[in-house]
């Protein structure tokens, strides 16, 4: 999507290469019994990504941080957004105060105003910035990732790594918080799992530290205060209602908000609230339908509709032609009598279509569901105008043909426009054709509706159930039917009071029956017809809807979040327990194994089509449509990227060389990098540690015997810290988790191995392009290919004139045409280049690292002026340096994907992290024979940890002053390229920078 920023920010390919403090262990396991899906797992490691982007890549969280330095954070990625951005993002997504012509005051504005600096009237975006979105379709179980992302704040918290902040979980809805509840369950059943401990907001004591209420180490147990979001006020509190700014905590909340992004624009109270809650924290906010700029910006994850479908993890969706116009209330004559119990037997008739398939899958144990009916109504009760609700108007029709049939004429037309419109029908999201068995859809008659939807043999006379305790729902039979299960369910606020207001004069028994049909629809699976209203669009979980009805809802375009929220009601499918794909996007033997029976046959395989699929049928399906059309158009702003196969690999037939390094436990403690650390946080570690009890501390901190043992030999000689101001722990449970990662640490031995070409330099392998721009660049790579050829032809032609074997006008002609290839083509804002001792040809690159059409080239400024210096040079030096050198090649190294580095060690951090360089050389020298292995890194000498990679650089490479590989002699050299020179860089350190390319060779 053309507007989700966070996303493109974060590069999922570095997760693997998180610190070992960000690691988080067993991160797909959920509870003893489930796992996460993919995309599940895969939101937890944009999560994660996002975090250290934050608290570490941009300005490394330091414990008892100043406030300055998440100011810093916030303006850091303020200046990432604005830089990526298409127009002006604080008119997008900043605050600016509302001006009225009648002089009143901009609620919204002052509480805003209250907690964040303003200038000019308006609160920049970059006061908004530390957040993140996932945009997750209804029925991708964001619950599970909400807990999840729990767990993770509480290690990241535990170990330092991010503020100790309070938890807030806030939803709309009780239903929704009772969901997360009930999936708390079995999280905190499961071993290993910290105790997430859910508590009311209202006892939210503010004078307590964060730290006291946080803390994981001993107790294992995270507190998450929940409430519902939008019970707050800017005003005292009330039995339900909570005063914001007692709860404000100095913004120091992680707040956690599923689906509760209320107001449809930014003018709401309660956004205003999340935003002072997290000002300085951080805000997560989990909805299937994002519309507001500033929530698209800050997207990290987009899993919405459209891509969950694509992916395969519900059921297809198809809206029909045929509408609920008539039930607009409109002047009950003949035709619009016929009309409306055409539209309800189509929905029947469909039904019961899609009955008789799970019925024919029935003698294979255990697949798909029964398929059940949904109608949503915008209307419950009589209007002041005394005209029929629309629940009642479709519930007459339903009970009219339920106790009189209806005329056979109008069932075979009803039934055949249906069969022309599956004929011609296509699913949403350009997803192809129906799939319906037309000829089975023929074959129902009445008395068919009757058996799968009425649960009867004949029509009859309807009678009611209540249950004693349970006033918002009430169950409908036919007297006919010997089946104990109800036919219909309505669900909504009093449905009891609905029954004797509005269906007084119809003959009903009354059976009272204590049974909660709803909460139990699975089980019940001749319940074929579920009513509600507006209200009844989220907060439940079924994988039985395959027919959703909205009548008078969704008919105007702005009912987009609406329509989306309660689509999701419908889309979960579950083809055989376990398995949330559909049939055809599943994989694994023994599940396949299961379904052969219906995937080796055709008939049965479209039966299962048919119940992955969810028919809608609407009161206007061209504005339905168009709120479709609102997600299709923003999803298909996404670039849609191909990848390319036309850059090869050099085929030049040298042995390159590339370094590798081998784990090994240091021998001696003293041997290991220093620690770094305040003396005042040493001394008193060291006495805490050196005058405790062994075994309180063996429980307290969860460290082994082993562990202990080298922490005290670490802690008796001072010489293994190095005192500094850079980092302060004033918490020993995080400084104790630290040591105990610093003493896990692992020394690496330098060797040297022939470069792999399926693992070490790949981005070139995985350049793609955007799908309109593809053709026109593939066509110019050949061109530029050419060039290779060409100059080979050149040398030939020149031999073969020189031999009198062709005339001098023969040789001309072809040069001439030759001289037309170009060896350097630039097309849509990039260059295409042509350069012999690369190791991939061509090799792209650009001046404009704003390009997003293409991925993995060199679009840094720094590396593409390198670039053309390097060609300048080579141009005017080739003979030196084909005096010099053998032969000499060179590549760039793509940190995101590439695993050429340099270990380093971190002093701010205390640990190991790599260091890519952007490329690597290899020049074989003609006179000594030595083999040459460059490191070039062309930087600002203001690059924040140089420092640290010149000294991870010096202790692996310059050990030896030679290595030897096999009948080779190599030496290395790291070169910090800077045509400005070094600068104001330490002695120690100048010769590691170099401003002339001639220095290289």
Not at 362 to 371: F, G, L, N, R, T
Not at 435 to 457: A, C, H, P
Not at 541 to 569: F, H, W
Not at 959 to 981: C, M, S
Request: net charge negative; charged share 35%; hydrophobic share 35%.
């Amino acid at each position: 999507m053309k507007n989700i920023l966070f996303e493109k920010i974060i590069d999922i390919n570095k997760f693997d290469e998180l610190p070992s403090s960000w690691e988080i262990p067993n991160i797909k396991k959920y509870s003893f019994k489930r796992t996460l899906f993919e995309y599940q797992e895969e939101a937890i490691k944009y999560a994660i990504l996002g975090l250290y982007k934050y608290y570490e890549d941009i300005e490394d969280y330091l414990i008892d941080e100043e406030s300055e330095a998440n100011d810093k954070r916030k303006s850091a990625i303020f200046e990432i957004y604005k830089s990526i951005y298409d127009g002006n993002i604080e008119s997008a997504a900043g605050q600016k105060r509302r001006s009225s012509k009648y002089g009143f005051r901009d609620e919204v504005f002052e509480i805003y105003e209250k907690h964040f600096n303003v200038e000019e009237d308006t609160i920049s975006f970059k006061e908004f910035t530390n957040r993140m979105n996932f945009w997750m379709s209804t029925a991708s179980g964001k619950s599970l990732v909400i807990i999840k992302l729990i767990q993770i704040l509480g290690i990241l918290m535990d170990r330092g790594e991010i503020p100790k902040n309070n938890i807030m979980l806030l939803a709309p809805r009780n239903d929704l918080l009772k969901q997360l509840k009930d999936e708390l369950e079995d999280f905190n059943l499961t071993p290993d799992n910290p105790h997430i401990r859910l508590v009311n907001l209202k006892e939210f004591e503010g004078k307590k530290t964060n730290t006291e209420q946080m803390s994981m180490s001993f107790s294992n147990e995270i507190t998450v205060y929940y409430y519902r979001s939008d019970n707050f006020i800017d005003g005292h509190d009330t039995d339900a209602m909570l005063n914001y700014a007692q709860r404000v905590n100095n913004g120091k909340w992680y707040v956690i908000l599923d689906e509760a992004h209320r107001g449809e624009s930014g003018d709401s109270k309660m956004k205003a609230y999340f935003s002072a809650f997290s000002k300085n924290g951080f805000l997560f906010n989990f909805s299937a339908t994002f519309t507001d700029e500033i929530d698209k910006i800050t997207t990290i994850y987009n899993f919405n509709l459209k891509k969950f479908l694509e992916a395969g993890y519900g059921k297809k969706i198809y809206v029909s032609k045929s509408e609920f116009d008539d039930f607009k209330g409109k002047i009950e004559d003949d035709e619009v009598i016929r009309n409306k119990k055409k539209i309800v037997l189509k929905g029947l008739i469909t039904l019961s279509y899609l009955k008789k398939c799970y019925e024919e899958l029935s003698d294979i144990d255990k697949i798909y569901h029964s398929p059940m009916m949904l109608t949503l109504v915008n209307t419950v009760n009589k209007s002041k105008y005394e005209t029929d609700p629309d629940l009642l108007l479709y519930f007459k029709e339903i009970m009219e043909i339920a106790q009189n049939g209806c005329d056979a004429d109008l069932f075979r037309e009803a039934r055949i426009e249906l069969i022309n419109e599956f004929n011609k029908g296509q699913y949403m999201y350009k997803m192809g054709d129906i799939d319906i068995d037309t000829n089975k859809v023929s074959g129902i008659d009445i008395d068919e509706i009757y058996k799968y939807v009425y649960n009867s043999r004949e029509k009859g006379e309807i009678e009611i159930s209540y249950s004693k305790d349970n006033e918002n729902e009430v169950a409908f039979f036919l007297k006919t039917s010997e089946n104990p299960s109800p036919f219909c369910i309505v669900r909504i606020g009093e449905a009891r009071k609905w029954v004797k207001d509005n269906l007084k004069n119809l003959t009903i028994t009354e059976r009272y029956e204590d049974k909660r049909y709803f909460e139990n629809i699975d089980e019940y699976e001749d319940i074929n017809i579920l009513m509600g209203s507006r209200a009844f669009y989220e907060g439940w979980d079924s994988l039985r809807p395959n027919i959703i009805n909205y009548i008078n809802i969704g008919t105007q375009a702005q009912s987009q979040k609406y329509v989306l929220q309660s689509l999701g009601r419908g889309i979960r499918i579950q083809p055989i327990k376990g398995e949330r794909k559909r049939i055809d996007k599943i994989r694994g033997e023994e599940v396949l194994k299961k379904l052969n029976p219906i995937k080796q046959d055709s008939t049965l395989l479209t039966y299962g089509h048919s119940l992955e699929s969810l028919f809608v049928f609407a009161t206007d399906k061209n504005v339905l449509e168009k709120v479709i059309d609102a997600m299709e158009k923003d999803t298909e702003e996404d670039i849609e990227m191909v990848g390319i196969d036309n850059i090869r690999k050099s085929e030049a037939p040298y042995t390159l060389l590339v370094p590798k390094y081998k784990e090994t436990e240091f021998i001696n403690i003293c041997d290991m990098p220093k620690f770094y650390i305040l003396k005042s946080d040493y001394e008193r570690m060291r006495r805490y540690i050196l005058e405790n009890n062994d075994n309180n501390l063996l429980l307290k901190h969860d460290i082994s015997l082993k562990q202990l043992k080298k922490i005290k030999e670490l802690l008796v000689d001072k010489n293994n810290f190095e005192f500094t101001n850079l980092n302060t722990y004033s918490n020993l449970d995080i400084l104790i988790y630290k040591l105990k990662e610093h003493i896990r640490m692992k020394d690496k031995i330098l060797s040297f191995k022939e470069i792999n070409e399926d693992k070490d330099i790949i981005h070139f392998k995985k350049i793609k392009i955007s799908k309109d721009k593809y053709e026109k660049i593939v066509k110019e790579i050949e061109k530029v290919k050419r060039a290779k050829e060409s100059k080979t032809n050149r040398d030939e032609i020149l031999d073969k004139l020189l031999e009198g074997v062709i005339s001098k006008e023969e040789a001309t002609k072809y040069l001439d045409e030759t001289s037309k290839i170009s060896d350097k083509i630039e097309v849509e804002g990039v260059q295409i280049k042509y350069i012999p001792e690369h190791y991939y040809l061509p090799i792209i690159t650009t001046e404009n690292d704003k390009i997003d059409y293409i991925t993995h080239i060199i679009k840094e400024q720094s590396e593409h002026c390198f670039i053309i210096d390097l060609e300048n040079y080579i141009e005017d030096n080739k003979d030196n340096i084909d005096n010099k050198y053998e032969w000499w090649m060179f590549s760039k190294i793509d940190e995101t994907i590439d695993k050429i580095y340099i270990p380093y060690y971190d002093e701010k951090k205390n640990k190991y992290r790599q260091f890519k360089p952007d490329f690597i050389f290899w020049l074989k020298e003609k006179e000594t024979g030595v083999y040459k292995i460059l490191f070039v890194d062309p930087k600002s000498t203001s690059f924040s940890d140089v420092n640290y990679k010149i000294r991870g650089y010096k202790r692996f490479f310059e050990g030896k002053k030679e290595y030897k590989y096999k009948e080779e002699i190599v030496q290395t050299q790291l070169i910090l390229y800077n045509k400005k020179g070094s600068g104001s860089i330490s002695e120690e350190y100048k010769k590691y920078w170099k401003n002339r390319i001639e220095d290289i060779f």
